[in-house]
């Protein structure tokens, strides 16, 4: 028999995490969000705190974690790649 796995896709954080970026604030909502932004806009996806932002993210859809957990995981994969950026210019 099949199990049903429960995935919300709509799971929100308390409070969005605003990103300014070239003179504009880009708002991210919650983990689903934060995903696609991470694999669609981080150049380093090699680095571990990407690598666990993406799966506590991945385990707030799945109900495993506690989506503002998720948060605090995808600000320091930002803030990684905030560095890695400063370190290549």
């Given at each position: ?34 995903i696609r ?37 995808f600000l320091a ?13």
């Open positions: 028999m099949t199990d049903v796995i429960p995935v919300l896709f709509g799971a929100r954080w308390r409070i969005p995490v605003c990103l300014l970026q070239q003179k504009r604030v880009r708002h991210i909502f919650g983990p689903a969000e934060a932004y991470m694999r669609t806009c981080f150049n380093d996806q090699s680095s571990p705190a990407y690598s666990r932002a993406v799966e506590v993210c991945f385990a707030a859809l799945r109900c495993e974690a506690d989506p503002d957990v998720a948060r605090s995981f994969a930002y803030e990684g790649e905030l560095e890695a950026q400063r370190r290549c210019h």
